[in-house]
C-alpha cells in the first residue's frame, strides 16, 4: 500500500488470485497474511481444505448466521476494551465552560470535513486548529482551500478572507501517530488551549475489513482519547455512523438505545466505527465527555448536487445503470445532503448541550425504492428489477463486470444478501428537537433532491446519460 496500492487493485489482485489458483477466500483474510510467505500459507490452506472430503471437516460457521454474528459482536466489543492509562490524572475533572473559543478539528480534508470547516468560520468566532496529515512537497492549509474550491464551498468576500486568515490554523500531524505526530511543545499547548475536539478524520472504506481499518478508526481514536483527556479535560464530538445500527427494515433505532446489540453490521467500516463510539463510552465511564453525530447515507449539496463520486451508494447507481438491472427491494431511500449534516454538527456543538447524548443526522423525510426507480425512469433510464441476490451473482460474472463501476466493491458485494440493501428506520427526535428555531432543515430525499444530484453527475459526466445507456442483454434471459 505505500507504494501506490488502492481499493481497486486490492480488488483487481484478490480475485486474479483466486482464479488463478482455484481457491476462495475473504478479503479480511487477505489483509491478515501480510506478507508473500503468509499469503503463500492462506492459499496452500485453502487449496488442502477444498481438495479434503467435507465428512472430514467442521463446517465454518456461514458469515450470515446469527451465532457467527453473536460471535463477531463479541470479538469487537473486546476490541473497544480501552488500555488502563487513557484515562484522567488523579483529580482531573471536566469543568464545563463557556462559549467554545478554540476548537480541534480532525478530517478538515474531507469531503464532510470542509464543509464543517466553513460553517465554524462562517457561523462562530472560535478559533480553528485543523489537524492534517503532511504530504511531502504540498501546503497543508492550501489543500483545505483547495478541497473547498473543489466543492464549491469558498466563500468570495473579504470577511470569509479575513476569518481565513486570522482564525484557521493547521497543525501537521496523524492520528494514527503516538501523540498525533506532533511535537512535543505543540502538544502541550494545544492540550492546554483547546476547549473541545471535533474529531472526523477516519478511514473511510466500504471494501476493506474492520483489521484494515482498525490502525485510524480505533487506534487513531485512542490517540484522540489520550489528548482529551491530557492538561485539562475537553468535550469530544464525534462523527459517527449510524451504520453501527444492524440492517434490516423491521428495525427502529432510537437514538438513546444501547449500542449493544449481538446483530450482524453490514461492513468492516461499519465494525471500526462501532467500535470507536465504544472506546469512546467506555472513556465516558471515566469522565470524558462525549457527543456522538451520526450521519448515514451523506449525499452531495442540497443546492450544487457536488458530491464525492467514490462511493458505494453512487457506485450501485451507476453500476446497476450500467448493468441495465436494479435490485427488487422494498426499502426506503435515506440520503441527507452534506451541507445539512455540517450545519446540525456544528450548530449542536456549539450553542446546544450535546454532552452524553448521541444524535442520528439522517433524513426524516425519505422516499421508497419504488419512487425512486420510477423517478430514474422518467429521465428515460431504462432497466428491469431482479433479486438482489440473482442481481449480483449475474453481474459479478458478467463479461463486462471489469468495467462496471461496482466492480471494486466485488469483495463487499460476495457477502451481501438481500437484508445488506435494507436500511433500518433511524429515528431522529432528538436531533430534530435540538434544532428546532435554528433554521436548519434537511432536504427532503424527494424527486427534487434526486433531480440536483443527478443534474451534477451527468454534467460532470460521472453518470450516463439515458441516451447512451449500456446494459447488458443476458439480463434478461
Given at each position: 500500500?505505500?507504494l ?5 487493485l486490492?480488488?483487481?489482485?484478490m480475485?486474479e488470485v ?12 487477505f489483509?491478515?497474511a ?6 503463500a ?13 467435507a ?7 456461514p ?13 469487537l466489543?473486546r476490541?473497544?476494551e480501552?488500555p ?25 480534508t ?26 511531502r512537497?504540498e ?7 483547495k478541497?473547498?474550491r473543489?466543492?464549491d464551498?469558498?466563500p468570495q ?23 498525533m ?10 492540550a492546554?488551549?483547546?476547549d ?12 476493506y ?5 482498525r ?12 489528548f ?16 453501527i445500527?444492524?440492517m434490516?427494515?423491521?428495525?427502529t ?16 467500516y ?7 463510539e ?30 464525492v ?6 457506485a ?28 446540525a454538527?456544528?450548530?449542536m456543538?456549539?450553542?446546544?448541550q450535546?454532552i ?11 422516499r ?7 423517478f ?5 433510464y431504462q432497466?428491469?428489477?431482479l433479486?438482489f ?15 462496471n ?7 463487499a ?6 437484508v ?17 428555531g435554528s ?13 440536483t ?10 453518470m ?14
Open positions: 500500500m505505500d501506490g496500492g488502492h481499493s481497486l486490492m480488488t483487481r489482485l480475485l483466486r482464479k488463478l489458483f482455484q481457491v476462495t477466500f475473504k478479503m479480511r483474510e489483509f491478515g501480510s506478507t508473500l510467505s503468509q499469503f500459507v492462506l492459499i496452500d490452506k485453502h487449496r488442502q481444505q477444498q481438495s479434503i472430503s465428512e472430514m471437516h467442521q463446517p465454518a460457521l458469515a450470515r448466521s446469527g451465532e457467527w454474528a453473536r460471535q463477531r459482536m463479541i470479538f466489543a476490541e473497544a480501552l488502563q492509562y487513557l484515562a484522567p490524572a488523579r483529580g482531573l475533572t471536566y469543568s464545563p465552560g463557556g462559549p467554545l473559543q478554540t476548537v480541534f478539528l480532525t478530517g478538515a474531507g469531503f464532510l470535513g470542509v464543509y464543517i470547516v466553513g460553517e465554524i468560520l462562517k457561523t462562530t468566532q472560535a478559533e480553528l486548529f485543523c489537524l492534517v496529515r503532511p504530504k512537497g501546503n497543508s492549509k492550501l489543500r483545505i482551500e478541497q473547498m473543489h466543492y464551498v469558498w468576500d473579504a470577511a470569509w478572507q479575513r476569518a481565513w486568515d486570522t482564525r484557521l490554523h493547521v497543525v501537521e500531524g496523524d492520528v494514527t501517530l503516538p501523540r505526530g506532533l511535537q512535543d511543545a505543540d502538544y502541550e499547548t494545544l492546554h488551549q483547546v473541545a475536539i471535533l474529531h472526523g478524520a477516519a478511514h473511510v472504506n466500504f471494501i475489513p474492520y483489521e484494515a481499518l490502525a485510524t478508526n480505533v487506534l487513531g481514536l485512542h490517540e484522540i482519547i489520550q482529551a483527556f491530557h492538561r485539562r479535560i475537553k468535550p469530544v464530538h464525534h462523527l459517527s455512523t449510524a451504520a445500527w444492524p434490516g427494515v423491521q428495525y433505532f432510537r437514538e438513546r438505545d444501547s449500542i449493544d446489540h449481538y446483530k450482524l453490521l453490514n461492513l468492516g461499519d465494525e471500526a466505527k462501532w467500535v470507536g465504544k472506546c469512546l463510552l467506555h472513556a465516558a465511564e471515566r469522565g470524558l465527555p462525549v457527543a456522538r453525530y451520526r450521519p448515514g447515507e451523506v449525499g452531495g449539496d442540497s443546492v450544487t448536487g457536488r458530491c463520486t467514490d462511493h458505494f451508494l453512487i450501485s447507481i451507476k453500476g446497476f445503470l450500467q448493468f441495465g438491472a436494479f435490485p427488487q427491494l422494498d426499502i426506503e431511500v435515506d440520503v441527507a445532503p452534506v451541507d445539512y449534516v455540517a450545519k454538527t456544528v450548530y456543538a456549539f450553542h446546544r450535546p452524553g447524548r448521541a444524535f442520528h443526522l439522517t433524513n426524516p423525510s425519505r421508497t425504492m419504488r419512487q425512486a426507480l420510477a430514474l425512469r422518467s429521465l428515460g432497466f428491469i428489477e433479486p441476490e440473482v442481481l449480483r451473482d449475474r453481474l459479478v460474472s458478467s463479461p463486462d463486470f471489469a468495467s463501476a461496482l466492480f471494486a466493491y466485488q469483495a458485494l460476495e457477502d451481501m444478501n438481500d445488506s440493501m435494507q436500511l433500518p428506520t433511524y429515528d431522529t427526535r432528538d436531533a430534530q428537537h435540538e434544532l428546532e433554521g436548519i432543515v434537511c432536504a427532503p430525499a424527494d424527486e427534487k433532491l434526486f433531480e444530484y443527478f443534474n451534477y453527475l451527468r454534467g460532470s459526466g460521472f450516463p446519460d439515458p441516451a447512451t445507456q449500456i446494459a447488458w442483454e443476458g439480463i434478461h434471459a
